[in-house]
Every structure is written in structure tokens, then in C-alpha cells.
């Protein structure tokens, strides 16, 4: 199983006295080599409620968008007697709503790209050397550091995520979900953010 995730790099210039760089410097060269905060949608969020996608796939569309050759045989519809009557028409799943008018030939679905993950993790950079700043000055230990770090980040990640609104959603999407948010229906994918420590530098993500 894929997953996919971004890897804290804390960037920082220190501007204060000597022995404050020092031991500044000291914690950014700990979390540097020793240990690794990985963020995002790992491989055990498992399969999207919808259950034909796992989590982190479904996470890589959103940040990098995606062209999809979809196969057809889609119903579609009046999914009520009032639907008719509003030419309302709409996907329906098989043998359900009211009237179908007939199914999808083979089309391309073209997704566009909603980056979420770099942008949200990047957007607490100056969070992070505060943490690490104020951590190397009580001489806080490593890991406790670290998921300071990882709280942190997963929350400016999910916060971004129910901030973004551009590129919209389809009218018809949003009408169905009865949401603006390109991101978010259930809320599923966004529970689906955590944060893991490792002493292995990972192999794959961002």
C-alpha cells in the first residue's frame, strides 16, 4: 500500500547570544540526522469510506491532481418523481432513483491539483523553531520536541484543509455535498492526517 506524507525540514538563521546558538543548532542537528517527522496520510489510514481508494491515494489526487480514463456504464437520471418533474437530473447508483435516462460512455476525468500538504505543513515553518527554539533552551528531550512538532503540524494541515475553496468543486458537487470545500464531504480525509517519529529516513512522500 501506497502512502503518502511530507517531511518536516525546519530552515532557520538564529540571531541571539552564543550559547543559545549552540544549543539551538545542537536540536536542529538532532532532528536533522537522528530522527525523522513525517506528516500527512500514512499507509495505515487504510481504504476511503467509499471503499475503492485508499486514504493517501486519495490525498495525492487532491495535492497533485490527476487525469482519469474512466471505462462509462455510469447511470444516470431522475433520482425522484420530483427530480423529473425539475428536469433535475443526476448520477445514480444501479437499479436506483426514479427514471434512468441512460449511462456514461468512456470519458476523461481531469481532477486539478488542491496542494494541501506542503503548503499546510510549510505554513507552521515559524511554529517549528519556536518549539525547537524554546525546547533547546529548557534542554527538553528529543522526542518530546518532536511531537510537539508532529501536534502541530498535523493541526495547520487540517486547518488548511478546511480553509481551502480554490479551484472550486463542480456546482453539481457542491449541491450534492452541500459543501464548498473541494476537500471536504464526510471529514473522513482529513481524520486521516497524523504525524509518526522515525529513526529511518523515509524512502517515499514529499
Known amino acids: 500500500m501506497w502512502y503518502y506524507y511530507a517531511m518536516i525540514k525546519p530552515k532557520v538563521t538564529i540571531h541571539n547570544t552564543q ?55 455510469t447511470s444516470y437520471g431522475f433520482a425522484s418523481k420530483a427530480a423529473a418533474e425539475r428536469n433535475e437530473v443526476r ?32 505554513s507552521g515553518n515559524l511554529e517549528y523553531i519556536a518549539i525547537i527554539e524554546k525546547a533547546a533552551a529548557k534542554g527538553e528531550p528529543l522526542d518530546m520536541t518532536l511531537n ?33 470545500n473541494p476537500l471536504i464531504d464526510s471529514g473522513a480525509l482529513r481524520q486521516s492526517v497524523t504525524y509518526k517519529i522515525t529513526s529511518t529516513k523515509p524512502t517515499e512522500g514529499l
Open 19 to 73: 550559547a543559545v546558538q549552540a544549543a539551538v543548532k545542537k536540536a536542529l542537528d538532532d532532528i536533522m540526522t537522528d530522527k525523522f517527522v513525517t506528516v500527512g496520510i500514512h499507509e495505515d489510514a487504510g481504504n476511503h469510506e467509499s471503499d475503492d481508494i485508499t486514504n493517501a491515494a486519495l490525498g495525492a489526487v487532491h495535492e497533485f491532481g490527476a487525469d482519469i480514463n474512466h471505462p462509462g456504464g
Open 91 to 122: 448520477f445514480l447508483k444501479t437499479g436506483k432513483g426514479y427514471a434512468e435516462l441512460g449511462t456514461t460512455k468512456a470519458h476523461e476525468i481531469k481532477i486539478p491539483a488542491r496542494p494541501w500538504l506542503n503548503p499546510g505543513v510549510n
Open 148 to 180: 510537539k512538532i508532529g501536534v502541530t503540524a498535523v493541526g495547520l494541515v487540517q486547518k488548511y484543509m478546511t480553509d481551502l475553496r480554490t479551484p472550486p468543486n463542480a456546482p453539481s458537487t457542491i449541491k450534492k455535498k452541500g459543501s464548498s
